[in-house]
């Protein structure tokens, strides 16, 4: 499991709420992209930097109510999206990002591109740090 970079849209909803007591949406979805990493000209991958001004992922592939939502510590929360055998056949894998109901994104992360085999169930877990 991964810490994921908190968007700083999400800290200026956070912020908004803090100051005039607006709702804020529950996390619900995980969102799964091919673009968190660049081929490079002799074959290898690297995993893009983490940019806390994003709020999309760069490809988006599927979206996903959640498969799991935890609370380790006081001070975080851990969510668990999950890619089933059926989900994605084929497909490289190298993004991920939690959504809130409204589908806005409150963070993500990048990762070595895995590519999805048809016999595979994947579980990514993200951990949003406050």
């Given amino acids: ?7 700083n849209s999400f800290r200026t909803r956070l ?7 607006t709702t804020l949406p529950p996390v619900a979805y995980m969102a799964f992209g091919d673009g968190g990493h660049t081929l ?10 983490a940019d806390a001004n994003r709020t999309t992922l760069y490809n988006e592939l ?19 999206g999950r890619i089933e055998n059926t989900d994605l056949i084929g497909q490289t894998i190298s993004e991920a990002a939690l ?10 992360r990048n ?14 877990k993200i951990k949003l740090k406050f």
Avoid: C, W
């Avoid at 912020?15 to 007591?21: G, V």
């Avoid at 609370?71 to 975080?76: F, I, K, M, T």
């Avoid at 959504?99 to 993500?108: I, P, Q």
């Fill in 1 to 7: 499991m991964s810490e994921a970079t908190t968007t």
């Fill in 15 to 21: 912020a908004s709420h803090m100051f005039n007591d």
């Fill in 40 to 49: 490079q000209p002799d074959g290898t991958s690297v995993v893009k930097a």
């Fill in 62 to 80: 599927l979206r996903k109510s959640l498969a799991g939502l935890i609370q380790e510590d006081s001070l975080s929360l851990t969510a668990t």
């Fill in 99 to 108: 959504l809130d109901s409204d589908f806005n994104m409150l963070g993500f």
């Fill in 111 to 124: 990762f070595a591109p895995k590519v999805k085999e048809a016999d595979e169930t994947y579980d990514i």
